[in-house]
């Protein structure tokens, strides 16, 4: 069965998936694989363009920007990881609850998370770590903030579609308890479109650390972002183009392997229904 | 029937379309043909700061200085020196009191003339609205002895008066025209406001019964352009004639351009590093006059400012006489400072004193994004040391150097700008001073301070300003790193527009267009 699933994925999950993987194994070995260290202030080799000794070119610091870019995918891929698992960690529980249970604490929530997502999300994002003063961390926790309302939107409208289903109702009859249909016939019913879900999202992320960044209210100086170095590249890119292009290149990639995932994860699906 | 009705919707639809194209090609044809006609004789210029409103006794006033439409008692030459402007002479009665003789024929923008009373009413308004203003001028009180004569007093010896009256805050404005809420403030320049929209753009034109030379443009249009990119682009894209605040990078690119000009003049700013003494990490004399001595600030001079400038030895530009100091040479190591304030190297090669790490936090700020740059190479150069230094960028630099914990922090100041060391001595340095930020006291610099402020004769005056700054340096309370050069670009056919020392004086009537 197992074999026969691989044989059916096509190749562009295949290549997003590669890219993916490429791209975090890249992350994951930086310190061996980057030529140089991605903090390393060269003033005499500034701006230079792209060589043996700097495959990308280097930075109005002199700081190689393959190696930057190498080290930033701890920083934006990580990041964007860890806000990913924890507007899961948040949104998942609520919208099992809420979905399953209906009622009063439905509704009150429901309406909670309508005026979050009434306010544009980038918006709210850039308030809040304006509040909390930039910063990695800051960012982070401002972006799980507004993003766990759309999460529990989605999911409790997977929710609340299954709970109309009549095995619900047999299980329901059969003596079930509450957490054990919740785990045993709504969790893997939703697992996949969810999956779906945060691989789109996880480009989109990475998009959000980037731009929150780019207009400094992310990484602070000299850590390597993608974000950050397209910020640090405004000034320089009539006379430089490299310290613009590549970082921007890398972002791109990653956002592209996300939505290739996503989407034939998506056909995947149907295909298996 | 139905596929009858959908041509018909089509066709519409089509017609719509056309019109609204041709439409807008008419009317941009008539656009251009307008701005063709009109370019002949206007100018637009692309400015940084945009003033939040056209009060000029605010934090507004040298924004409005810069448009040409405003004028003060004195002017700063090009070497700075004091020069006439709408007080025609002065003199020195005594000690604290001085006697101006104004300019006759001067008339407001509102047709009103200018007397004594006027412009005490408004140096009156200027002292009262702005404390910069007062404590600039220390004025006592001011008299309109007759039309054209005017006496002031002030509260002590102000040796720098004649200079500070050229601070755009004491711009000279006909303080009733304020009252009226359909027309723009009455100033005395060579241009008269015609047109303001804050962060957007400010026209002005030629003022018909201006007292001096009438101004060769018609028209100036100034646009408000924050962002460095966007300013250089609507230079190279011809929206603007001249453009301020270029960064130097951009000096090569320009130069290929046979069309623009670069125009480049040492400025009395001074980027700087500031540190704590209140901090615990630098407290100690020792460790600041470590990071001190790794600031390599000719090799930053060269790459990141790229030549455009000179490496700074004291707060002033040395183009300014009492800006000529000797270098001081410091002779112990790095290591042996750090030791001798007790401070040891750990196994990772960090420096460690009673088991903490040597970590500081530097601030910098977002609007001067060389500061920025400037800051990460410290850095760098601090960590081969043995320094750990956190980077923060921060929105509002002065706020946070008042509200919040630091260590060290970029800053970026014009130290002369109305051509006498007083103003930025006083704020900085004397131990009660609201802008002395990193809390630095001392007694035999206040003093001396005071004795400056007494001392009218000219070179004795420069003499104590230079031993102000020697003492100063004694205790390393600030790293002064580069005079930045101001960096101006502008189309060929604009004439008259220049980059000067002085940051006053932008457009003036003197500017012209082939």
Redesign the interface.
């Known amino acids: 069965m197992k074999l026969k699933r691989l044989e059916q994925l096509n190749t562009g999950l295949l290549a997003g998936l590669v890219i993916l993987l490429g791209i975090f194994l890249a992350g994951l070995l930086a310190p061996w694989i980057a030529p140089h260290d991605p903090?390393?202030?060269n003033?005499?080799s500034?701006l230079q363009s792209p060589s043996w000794t700097y495959p990308f070119g280097t930075d109005?610091?002199?700081r190689c920007i393959l190696s930057r870019i190498l080290y930033g995918i701890r920083i934006s891929a990580s990041s964007a990881f860890i806000i990913l698992f924890l507007t899961m960690l948040i949104g998942l529980p609520i919208a099992l609850l809420t979905g399953s249970v209906r009622g009063r604490t439905d509704n009150l929530m429901m309406r909670f998370i309508d005026s979050t997502l009434a306010i544009p999300d980038i918006v709210l994002t850039i308030a809040i770590v304006?509040l909390l003063?930039?910063?990695l961390v800051n960012m982070i926790f401002a972006i799980v903030l507004v993003r766990w309302a759309s999460y529990v939107r989605f999911i409790r409208s997977l929710v609340l579609k299954i709970f109309q289903e009549d095995y619900i109702l047999s299980a329901k009859m059969a003596g079930n308890s509450h957490f054990r249909i919740l785990r045993r016939y709504v969790l893997p019913e939703i697992k996949m479109p969810i999956l779906v879900f945060g691989a789109l999202d996880l480009g989109k992320i990475v998009l959000n650390i980037a731009g929150l960044s780019f207009l400094?209210l992310g990484s602070?100086?000299?850590t390597p972002e993608w974000g950050a170095m397209l910020n640090d590249a405004?000034?320089?890119f009539?006379?430089s183009p490299y310290v613009m292009i590549f970082p921007g290149l890398a972002i791109v990639l990653f956002v592209l392997a996300c939505q290739l995932v996503s989407e034939k994860l998506g056909e995947l699906r149907y295909d298996f229904r | 029937m139905k596929k009858w009705y959908k041509r018909y919707i089509t066709w519409f639809c089509m017609a719509l379309c056309i019109l609204a194209l041709v439409g807008c090609s008419a009317k941009e044809e008539q656009v251009s043909a307008l701005s063709k006609e009109e370019n002949e004789n206007t100018a637009t210029l692309a400015f940084s700061w945009s003033p939040s409103g056209l009060d000029p006794h605010s934090a507004d006033s040298w924004e409005i200085m810069r448009s040409g439409a405003a004028e003060t008692l004195i002017k700063l030459s090009k070497e700075l020196v004091p020069e006439p402007w709408l007080a025609k002479s002065w003199e020195q009665v005594d000690e604290t009191t001085w006697l101006f003789e104004l300019q006759e024929n001067v008339k407001f923008h509102n047709g009103k003339a200018m007397d004594a009373t006027a412009v005490k009413d408004s140096l009156q308004r200027a002292i009262d609205n702005h404390q910069g203003t007062k404590d600039l001028l220390k004025i006592k009180t001011i008299e309109a002895v007759s039309k054209t004569q005017l006496k002031i007093q002030t509260t002590e010896v102000n040796a720098a008066l004649i200079s500070n009256l050229a601070d755009p805050g004491t711009i000279i404005m006909d303080v009733d025209s304020l009252d009226s809420e359909d027309s723009y403030p009455a100033f005395t320049g060579a241009f008269v406001v015609k047109q303001f929209n804050q962060d957007e753009s400010l026209i002005v034109q030629r003022y018909e019964d201006y007292w001096g030379d009438k101004a060769k443009l018609d028209e100036v249009t100034i646009k408000y352009i924050s962002d460095a990119n966007t300013r250089l682009m609507a230079l190279q894209s011809g929206d603007v004639d001249g453009a301020t605040d270029i960064s130097v990078e951009y000096i090569e690119v320009l130069g290929k351009n046979e069309q623009l000009e670069v125009l480049t003049a040492q400025s009395l700013r001074t980027h700087l590093v500031m540190y704590n003494m209140d901090s615990p990490l630098f407290k100690q004399l020792a460790v600041r006059k470590v990071v001190d001595s790794l600031i390599p600030r000719q090799e930053m001079m060269d790459s990141v400012l790229m030549g455009q400038g000179t490496v700074a030895v004291g707060p002033f530009s040395s183009i300014l006489q009492f800006g000529q100091l000797d270098q001081m040479e410091e002779n112990q190591s790095v290591d042996g400072l750090m030791e001798q304030d007790g401070w040891s190297k750990n196994r990772d090669g960090l420096w460690e004193k009673d088991g903490k790490v040597f970590e500081a936090t530097f601030l910098t700020f977002p609007q001067r994004p060389e500061l920025t740059v400037l800051a990460e190479v410290i850095q760098s150069k601090l960590l081969e040391q043995g320094m750990k230094v956190n980077i923060r960028q921060v929105e509002n630099i002065d706020e946070t150097l008042v509200n919040e914990e630091w260590d060290l922090a970029m800053y970026s100041m014009l130290t002369a700008h109305t051509g006498s060391p007083h103003f930025f001595l006083e704020t900085f340095y004397k131990t009660d001073s609201a802008s002395n930020m990193n809390h630095f006291a001392s007694r035999t610099v206040d003093a001396m301070i005071d004795e400056m402020h007494g001392t009218t004769d000219p070179e004795k005056s420069t003499e104590l300003a230079i031993e102000i700054q020697e003492e100063i340096a004694e205790e390393v309370p600030h790293s002064y790193i580069v005079h930045p050069n101001t960096v101006f670009a502008v189309n060929k056919d604009l004439q008259g527009f220049e980059a000067l020392p002085i940051e006053y004086y932008y457009n003036h009537a003197n500017i012209d267009k082939e």
């Open positions: 903090l390393a202030v003033l005499a500034r109005h610091l002199g304006g003063g930039p910063g400094g602070q100086p000299p405004t000034d320089y009539q006379i």
